[in-house]
T-cell receptor, first 112, second 113 residues
Framework: LAKTTQPISMDSYEGQEVNITCSHN???????ITWYQQFPSQGPRFIIQ???TKVTNEVASLFIPADRKSSTLSLPRVSLSDTAVYYC?????????????FGGGTRLMVKP | KAGVTQTPRYLIKTRGQQVTLSCSPI?????VSWYQQTPGQGLQFLFE???????NKGNFPGRFSGRQFSNSRSEMNVSTLELGDSALYLC????????????FGQGTRLTVV
């Protein structure tokens, strides 16, 4: 599975847009990029998944450049409740099954 | 529909004992996986079961084992508990398909004393 690199922590303020970038230089052709959010003492929660270009849902947007060696999770107008750890995962969902490889994640702190 | 249910939520055990944790996946999901989360090692994959068969296994000692029943419910067992086994144990179920997402339970917090 492709290794991912993301910032250890980020700070932001309520109402701002937050962009978290993940590097995955060794991403394979069949790999998808998935982001999860985790609050303390809870299980991770799926945010968004994509393969290329841009994906948007009601929670976030995911930007993937043409070479797919990185991706950016964009959270619009964050609130205090968005304070959490965000994980970027890369893998082939058809081969990896439910075997997710989590890196260290990015600890986002949203301040009032 | 109901989410992933893990029981118990909290558990305190003594070194050398064994423990069994339970996970009920989302109805219709045949894949169940287990993860261990500790402050030092982060989230680590233990094993995955699909239709009662272990499909993937992480790098954990044989003291960690699991099984899955015909109704997709899964249990994991840790024998001869060590202090280092203290962790949050998470279970996730997943549906099939190209765009797949894992649904995690709230976890079982195991403390070994």
């Amino acid at each position: 599975l492709a290794k991912t690199t993301q910032p250890i922590s980020m700070d932001s303020y309520e109402g701002q847009e937050v962009n978290i970038t993940c590097s995955h230089n060794n991403i394979a052709t069949n790999d998808y990029i998935t982001w999860y959010q985790q609050f303390p003492s809870q299980g991770p929660r799926f945010i968004i998944q994509g393969y290329k270009t841009k994906v948007t849902n009601e929670v976030a947007s995911l930007f993937i450049p043409a070479d797919r060696k990185s991706s950016t999770l964009s959270l619009p107008r964050v609130s205090l409740s968005d304070t959490a750890v965000y994980y970027c995962l890369v893998g082939d969902p058809n081969n990896a099954g439910n075997m997710l490889t989590f890196g260290g994640g990015t600890r986002l702190m949203v301040k009032p | 529909k109901a989410g992933v249910t893990q029981t118990p939520r909290y558990l305190i055990k003594t070194r050398g004992q064994q423990v069994t944790l339970s996970c009920s996946p989302i109805s219709g999901h045949r894949s169940v996986s287990w993860y261990q989360q500790t402050p030092g090692q982060g989230l680590q994959f233990l094993f995955e079961y699909f239709s009662e068969t272990q499909r993937n296994k992480g790098n954990f000692p044989g003291r960690f084992s699991g099984r899955q029943f015909s109704n997709s419910r899964s249990e994991m067992n840790v024998s001869t508990l060590e202090l280092g086994d203290s962790a949050l144990y998470l279970c996730a179920s997943m549906s099939e398909g190209v765009f797949t997402e894992a649904f995690f339970g709230q976890g079982t917090r195991l403390t070994v004393v």
